[in-house]
C-alpha cells in the first residue's frame, strides 16, 4: 500500500489539556480509515490540524514522503485535503454551483458557471448521488447541504477527504449513498478519513481504524482483525459490553400521562409547523419521535413544554388541561426537559455544576430557607448526584461549561430526574456522545420508564428509537404520518415515512 500521508508526532495544547499527545498516524491511498475515541479523545483537533485551521505545538506532516507546512486550509487544500465540518459552511443564498465556484477560489481549478454545473451533473450522474445545481442552499436538508461540500470537494480535485461525525443527521437512506459513495471514491484512488461514534458504520465500511484515548493514539488495525467489542475496548480501555435490544416488544400501562389533540402550533416565521396532530403517552411508555429535523419536532416540543404559544388544540398532562399556561407551571407539573441545544437551554455554562443542579429548585428546601441558599447542603447534594450520575468532574464547584459533551447531558439529566418526573421531554439525548456515555443515557431513561415515567423521545437516529421505544411515530412536514408499534416497526419503514414516502 502506498502512504499517502504521515503525520508524525502530532502534539497540541490547549493551556493545561493536552489534546494531541505526540500522535502517529497514517494514511494510505484509496483507503476509508475510521478514527474513534471516547468524546474529548483529540479526534477534531487532529484533523483540524491537518487541515490547517490549528498549528501543532510539535510534530511533523508529510505527504508522498515530501514534508509540508499546513498553516491554513488554503495550504491545505491546495495539497488537496478537504474537510466535510459539521456546522457548513456554505453561504445560504447563493445556489449550489454558486458555493461550488466560491470553493475553487483557492485553488488552482477555474471553471465557469456552466463548466461547474455540467461537473455537478455529471458527478451526480456517474456515483447516482442526487444534487440540484440551481437551488438556492437555504432550500436545502441538512443531508443535501453534506452533499454539496463533497462535490466541492470533489470539484477541488481533493485526494484526502475528511469527513467529521457525517451521518448525525442522516437519514437511512442518505447513509447509505454517502457510503456507496465513499466507496466508489476508494475505487478511485482517494482516501477517506472518518470519524465516528458509530461502530457499525465503522465495521461496514473501514478498511483500517486508528484509535484515540486521552489526547493519546492506542493503536491503527485492520478492520478485519477487530469486531465491535475489540474497538470498544480499544477506546474505553476497558470492557465495554454493547448491548442490544433483545427483543422488540412493548410495554406499558393504560393511564395516560400526555394527551396531545389537534395540535397546530405556528413557526417563528408565522408559518404552521405542527399541523393538527393528536396522540397519548402512557405510564411506563417510551414515544419515539422520528422524522429529519426541521419537520416540526422542535416546535412540538416547544409548544408541550410551554415555550412556544399554542393556536390551536389542547395538551393534557394526567388529565389536566395545561394548554397555554406558562413553562414554569408545567414543569412544575412533573416534567422534566432534556433540551436539544445543551449549551443555550440545558445549563448555564459560567455556573457552577452545584449551582446549575439546583437550577429547578434552589428557592425550596432544604437548599434555601426562603431567604438564603444554604450552600453546605447543595454542596452536598451536588456531590451525591455528581457520583450517582457518574459525572466525570474535578469538583462542584467548577463551572458547567468546562465539562465534555457527555457529561453536560449527564448533568442536566442529574437535574432533571432528580425532581420524580412523571413525564420526560427528551431532544436528541445523546446526539454527539461516545458509546458509553449513550448506553449509561439510555439505561437512565430505561430505568424511568420502569418506575412509570411517561417519555417522549425526539431522536433522529433511529437505532436508538428502535432500542428505546415502545412505539415510534414519524413526523413529517408538520404532521405524524403513523405511529408503529415497535414490534411491527422497521428501518426501513420508518425511513420511507421520514421523507414523506
Ligand atoms: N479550541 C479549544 N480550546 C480549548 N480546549 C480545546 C479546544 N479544542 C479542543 N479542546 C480540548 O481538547 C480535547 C480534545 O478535544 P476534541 O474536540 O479534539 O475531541 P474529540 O475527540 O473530537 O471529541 P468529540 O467526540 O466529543 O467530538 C478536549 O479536552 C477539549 O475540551
Ligand atoms: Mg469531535
Not at 429535523?293 to 388529565?319: C, D, H, P, W
Not at 448555564?348 to 426562603?370: Q, T, W
Not at 456531590?383 to 459533551?405: F, H, M, N, Q, V
Request: proline share 3%; glycine share 8%.
Amino acid at each position: 500500500m502506498e502512504k499517502l500521508l504521515q503525520m508524525k508526532g502530532i502534539t497540541k495544547r490547549f493551556g493545561d489539556i493536552t489534546a494531541n499527545d505526540r500522535i502517529d498516524f497514517e494514511l494510505n491511498k484509496g483507503e476509508i480509515h475510521g478514527l474513534l475515541g471516547e468524546n474529548g479523545a483529540g479526534k477534531t483537533t487532529l484533523m483540524n490540524i491537518l487541515y490547517g485551521l490549528y498549528t501543532p505545538d510539535e510534530g511533523e506532516i508529510y505527504i508522498n514522503g515530501a514534508k509540508v507546512e499546513i498553516k491554513s486550509p488554503h495550504d491545505a487544500i491546495k495539497l488537496g485535503i478537504s474537510m466535510v465540518h459539521q456546522n457548513f459552511k456554505l453561504i445560504q443564498s447563493h445556489t449550489v454551483i454558486e458555493n461550488v465556484a466560491l470553493g475553487l477560489k483557492d485553488t488552482n481549478f477555474f471553471y465557469p458557471n456552466r463548466q461547474i454545473e455540467k461537473e455537478i451533473r455529471t458527478f451526480s450522474e456517474k456515483y447516482n448521488f442526487k444534487i440540484d445545481p440551481n437551488v438556492p442552499v437555504w432550500q436545502l436538508s441538512a443531508g443535501e447541504k453534506q452533499r454539496v461540500e463533497i462535490i466541492k470537494a470533489f470539484c477541488r480535485k481533493a485526494r484526502i477527504f475528511i469527513l467529521d461525525e457525517p451521518t448525525t443527521m442522516l437519514t437511512p437512506n442518505e447513509t447509505r449513498d454517502l457510503f456507496r459513495l465513499l466507496k466508489f471514491l476508494r475505487e478511485e484512488g482517494i482516501s477517506v478519513i472518518l470519524i465516528t461514534h458509530k461502530l457499525d458504520e465503522v465495521m461496514n465500511i473501514c478498511d483500517r481504524v486508528t484509535v484515540l484515548r486521552g489526547g493519546k493514539k492506542v493503536g491503527t488495525i485492520d478492520i478485519d482483525r477487530v469486531d465491535k467489542d475489540d474497538l470498544a475496548r480499544m477506546m474505553f480501555g476497558q470492557d465495554i459490553i454493547l448491548k442490544e435490544r433483545e427483543e422488540y416488544s412493548i410495554s406499558f400501562d393504560e393511564d395516560i400521562v400526555l394527551e396531545v389533540r389537534d395540535l397546530t402550533v405556528f413557526s417563528d416565521k408565522g408559518l404552521p409547523a405542527v399541523k393538527d396532530i393528536s396522540f397519548d403517552i402512557h405510564r411506563g411508555e417510551i414515544l419515539g419521535i422520528a422524522g429529519v429535523s426541521g419537520n416540526g419536532q422542535r416546535e412540538l416540543i416547544e409548544a408541550i413544554t410551554g415555550l412556544r404559544k399554542v393556536a390551536r388544540g389542547s395538551i393534557k398532562i394526567l388529565g389536566e388541561d395545561v394548554t397555554n399556561v406558562g413553562t414554569k407551571e408545567i414543569l412544575n407539573k412533573g416534567v422534566a426537559h432534556i433540551p436539544e441545544e445543551r449549551m443555550r437551554v440545558g445549563v448555564i455554562p459560567s455556573m457552577s455544576l452545584e449551582e446549575n443542579i439546583i437550577l429547578r429548585s434552589y428557592d425550596k428546601s432544604p437548599f434555601s430557607n426562603g431567604i438564603l441558599l444554604d450552600y453546605s447542603v447543595i454542596s452536598e447534594y451536588a456531590k451525591e448526584l455528581i457520583s450517582r450520575y457518574k459525572i466525570s468532574a474535578l469538583d462542584e464547584k467548577i463551572p458547567a461549561g468546562t465539562l465534555s459533551g457527555g457529561n453536560i447531558q449527564k448533568l442536566i439529566l442529574a437535574r432533571e430526574l432528580s425532581i420524580s418526573p412523571v413525564l420526560i421531554i427528551a431532544s436528541h439525548p445523546t446526539q454527539g456522545l461516545d458509546i458509553r456515555s449513550t448506553q449509561q443515557i439510555h439505561e437512565l431513561l430505561l430505568r424511568k420508564k420502569e418506575e412509570g415515567c411517561a417519555i417522549l423521545l425526539v431522536s433522529e437516529d433511529l437505532q436508538e428509537l428502535m432500542d428505546l421505544s415502545d412505539r415510534i411515530a414519524v413526523m413529517f412536514n408538520g404532521t405524524i404520518r403513523g405511529i408503529i408499534d415497535i414490534d411491527r416497526a422497521s428501518i426501513e419503514e420508518i425511513g420511507s415515512l421520514m421523507v414523506g414516502v
